[in-house]
């Protein structure tokens, strides 16, 4: 994959104009196109057809993606974007819509603002450090097996609540786990600066900690670009951004988050989702003699602070620490679980939301709220990107395809569903196709060059320099191989 080395938007009189937006807001990508807002009757048949009936046929997975890569999703999500604002709230202008979470890959959703400003994130005696939790001791299906307290899970307050720069970041164990693991990076580079062993990014004076964040979050972009996008994009058009430039999202000096990407083409991830993982030797649906039970997608969600019952299960057991090679690539000889393809179907759990007000299906939350935003078709967004539109044919397909047919959605559809179903036609479920994938690229490749502090602004050169599989690169599987901390209960 090349890289141009001219940055920002290319310009020319036949350049698409975006939606410039406040810095902290959200906004449009096609401002001029009409919003798409078919009767909520008719949404929610469609959310409720999109299910996956069969989640434990392997033809359903995903042989291109392993499944740590649909939380990696989650996370790098959690950097860029956090809205508040709850779905019942009709939402006509997307502009007053509030991003809290700065628009930039810069981990502030794990540094927070610093440790001079929340210094209850970071180690008393030691603040360049990141604080980490202690498991609770717990055991394993086999009589008289104990596993010991381990310096594996959360930093949390006397609540049990995790002290985190984003506090959705304990919503799920994967997401959870990811997030320590990104924590103890941090503290084996700051360890390293300050003992030699580990070159920072840049000569210029400056604390460990500030140089062991920019080494973090440099490979950290490296990831997302390299790593991640290439595996659930149409190839194609990423290396067009890459090379060419971007010709839709359009920004003055500081970059927005559209809601084509925030509200619809950024929310493939559900569609990737198990309902159940080969999480550890303790939970998972292999038969051993450790086993204990499935790690399902509710208990996933049970052991956490923000989702589970208050204080009943965190600290998190022992036996709940996550088995990295079951999630991404690491070792050969340990069978990687694969994430759900990319289409218009998502695992039963999510279609009866817990503790949620009505409605409480995903598919269908996701569609109403691309209503109440205003989005516009998927067909329109194909046509303005010169992209010929998937065949009114290719979308009636299917089960979900009669119910889109039904309500005329072969011809016009909710933007969301058009791009899964894009997934399905054009990337055969390993990847998005067009429209889903240039708008991904373009926000990310976008975001990137708006941060003066990037890798892709400052140095565009660049290679990691961290142990890497294949030096000059760095993956998910790299960073986790490099902390160490692959399978804590063996």
């Not at 925030?262 to 030797?281: E, F, K, P, T």
């Not at 058009?418 to 998005?432: D, R, S």
Request: hydrophobic content about 35%; glycine content about 8%.
């Amino acid at each position: 994959m090349r890289r141009r080395h001219g940055f920002g938007p290319r310009t020319g009189e036949n350049q698409p104009v975006g939606e410039f937006a406040p810095v902290g807001k959200f906004g449009r990508m096609f401002p001029k196109l009409p919003s798409f807002t078919p009767s909520i009757e008719s949404l929610t048949e469609l959310g409720e057809a999109m299910n996956d009936s069969n989640p434990n046929n392997p033809e359903g997975d995903n042989v291109k993606v392993p499944a740590g890569y649909t939380y990696l999703g989650q996370f790098i999500d959690h950097d860029i974007t956090f809205d508040t604002t709850t779905l019942q709230e009709i939402i006509v202008d997307p502009l007053a819509l509030k991003n809290f979470r700065t628009p930039m890959l810069d981990l502030d959703s794990l540094y927070g603002s610093g440790p001079d400003t929340q210094p209850y994130l970071y180690q008393l005696i030691d603040p360049d450090l990141f604080l980490i939790g202690l498991t609770n001791e717990s055991g394993t299906g086999i009589p008289d097996e104990p596993l010991p307290a381990k310096p594996n899970d959360l930093p949390r307050a006397s609540s049990g609540l995790g002290l985190l720069g984003d506090p959705r970041n304990d919503e799920n164990l994967i997401v959870a786990q990811l997030h320590l693991a990104f924590l103890k990076c941090h503290n084996k580079l700051v360890t390293g600066i300050k003992d030699g062993t580990i070159k920072p990014v840049s000569s210029i004076d400056r604390s460990p900690f500030e140089q062991a964040r920019e080494l973090l979050i440099w490979h950290y972009q490296w990831i997302l670009l390299y790593d991640f996008l290439p595996r659930i994009l149409d190839n194609e058009q990423l290396d067009e951004v890459l090379n060419k430039g971007r010709r839709f999202y359009k920004f003055k000096d500081d970059p927005f988050i559209p809601i084509e990407f925030s509200v619809a083409s950024y929310r493939l991830g559900h569609s990737m989702i198990r309902a159940v993982y080969d999480y550890n030797r303790v939970f998972t649906p292999i038969p051993s003699p450790s086993r204990i039970t499935d790690a399902t997608l509710e208990l996933l969600f049970l052991f956490t602070a923000k989702s589970g019952p208050q204080g009943a299960t965190v600290p998190i057991p022992s036996n709940w620490i996550i088995d990295w090679r079951r999630f991404f690539q690491i070792d050969p000889e340990v069978n990687v679980g694969l994430s759900r393809k990319l289409d218009p179907f998502l695992v039963e759990p999510l279609k009866n939301l817990p503790n949620v007000p009505s409605p409480s299906s995903l598919a269908v939350r996701n569609l109403l709220r691309g209503r109440s935003v205003g989005l516009p078709s998927g067909q329109s967004i194909a046509r303005r990107m010169k992209f010929k539109p998937l065949k009114k044919s290719e979308i009636a397909q299917g089960a979900d395809g009669e119910v889109a047919a039904k309500h005329n959605f072969h011809i016009e559809s909710p933007l969301w569903y058009y791009i899964l179903k894009e997934g399905q036609i054009q990337g055969q479920g390993n990847h998005l196709g067009q429209v889903g994938s240039r708008i991904i690229a373009e926000v990310f490749v976008g975001l990137l060059e708006a941060d003066s502090s990037s890798f892709l602004v400052r140095n565009p050169y660049w290679k990691p320099t961290l142990p890497a599989e294949k030096p000059g690169t760095f993956t998910m599987a790299d960073l986790l191989k490099f902390v160490g901390d692959v399978n804590p209960i063996g």
